[in-house]
Structures are given as structure tokens and as C-alpha cells.
């Protein structure tokens, strides 16, 4: 199994201003996987993370509001860009194993004031 | 476009009853199927996961059974206990690249 470190836990944000999340995974992992769960609803993904290559981006999300960097094979940051309120949201990482188990980050809890 | 629906979306039972939480989905195309346990704070924790292939698993007291030509997945927990209060959620994979197209979740609360 693998241990997912995310940070922050949580934070409250101005409008405007952008918040970069961070994974760190305990082993080595071909992808990881970013999710936005809006309150009251279930877990949507964002994007894909691959070591070396762009990250591909899910339907209705762009490079420009959720940039991602993924330098190595353990590490990976998302960034919410320009907030706004309907950013309001738990983000979370994710990683699959060589069993094909996800699992997941606690989550970063983010209120946009 | 896949879509995973849960029912219900709320339950509440005594402790000691069996819980059945239900999944369907609309494509039977799948590659797997996951269920999961959410608290609040801590993410997110697989329970179980069922290769298309395969009808059923089983760990400890929870047992998942997986009907693709229905489209439907149960989620069975015996003898619930206080500590099986949370959500959960089903979670079906289309490819083999991960990604998970999730359902609203099922939020259950067992009352000593």
C-alpha cells in the first residue's frame, strides 16, 4: 500500500490569490491523480499527473486554473489559480499501486472568502 | 458518458444489522469496480476492489458483489458497528489508467 502526505490540510483564502497543494507519496508511482469534491457532492477528477509529461486535463478543468507540476516519482503539486468562492472545495491526490488499489491523500479542506 | 448512481443516499440502522448499500452504473464496459470508506478529515480508504472479471470479494465483514450485465455492485456489511459510520462511495474504472468515475456516496450511520 501506499502513504500519501498532503498539505495543507486546510486553508481559507482570499478571492483572487492561489494555493498550491502538495503530495508526497511514500514510493515510487508511475501516476497520481488530482480530485476536487465540492460540498455535498462526490469526488470529481481534475487531472492526471505523469512524471516527465504534461498532465491531462478532465473536461471542464484547464492548465491555466489548475496548473500541476509532477518533478519526480514520489512528489506532485496542484495549484488553484486566480480563487474564486466556487473553489470551495476538498482537493485530493491520488496514487495507484501495482494491485491497481487507489488510494488517496487525506484531502486539503479550501474555503475561498 | 459512464454514470454510477448510489442508493440510498442516507441510512441509519441499530447496531448489529446488516447493511446493503447499492451501485449501478449505466456502461457495463468496465475494467473494475471499487468501493470506499470517506471520514471526514482522512481521506478516503479502499474497501474493495472487483477486477471485471470477477463476481464477487469478500475482507473480514464486508462482501462486494458485482453484476456487469446489470450494471449494479452490493456492498454488504454484517453485524455494523458503531465504527462503520461514514460514507461510501462506489467507484467504477472504464480503462486501465486509473481513473475512477465515482458515485454521490451512500451515508450511513449505525447507532449504538
Known amino acids: 500500500s501506499a502513504v500519501i502526505s498532503q498539505k495543507p490540510s486546510r486553508d481559507i483564502c482570499q478571492r483572487g490569490t492561489s494555493l498550491t497543494i502538495q503530495c508526497q507519496v511514500d514510493s515510487q508511482v508511475t501516476m497520481m491523480f488530482w480530485y476536487r469534491q465540492q460540498p455535498g457532492q462526490s469526488l470529481t477528477l481534475i487531472a492526471t499527473a505523469n512524471q516527465g509529461s504534461e498532465a491531462t486535463y478532465e473536461s471542464g478543468f484547464v492548465i491555466d486554473k489548475f496548473p500541476i507540476s509532477r518533478p519526480n516519482l514520489t512528489f506532485s503539486t496542484l495549484t488553484v489559480s486566480n480563487m474564486s468562492p466556487e473553489d470551495s472545495s476538498i482537493y485530493l491526490c491520488s496514487v495507484r499501486d501495482l494491485a491497481e488499489k487507489l488510494f488517496f491523500g487525506s484531502g486539503t479542506q479550501l474555503s475561498v472568502l | ?112
Do not use: H
Open chain 2, 1 to 112: 458518458k459512464q454514470e454510477v448512481t448510489q442508493i440510498p443516499a442516507a441510512l441509519s440502522v441499530p447496531e448489529g444489522e446488516n447493511l446493503v448499500l447499492n451501485c449501478s452504473f449505466t456502461d457495463s464496459a468496465i475494467y473494475n469496480l471499487q468501493w470506499f470508506r470517506q471520514d471526514p478529515g482522512k481521506g478516503l480508504t479502499s474497501l474493495l476492489l472487483i477486477q471485471s472479471s470477477q463476481r464477487e470479494q469478500t475482507s473480514g465483514r464486508l462482501n462486494a458483489s458485482l453484476d456487469k450485465s446489470s450494471g449494479r455492485s452490493t456492498l454488504y456489511i454484517a453485524a455494523s458497528q458503531p465504527g462503520d459510520s461514514a460514507t461510501y462511495l462506489c467507484a467504477v474504472e472504464t480503462d486501465s489508467w486509473g481513473k475512477l468515475q465515482f458515485g454521490a456516496g451512500t451515508q450511513v450511520v449505525v447507532t449504538p
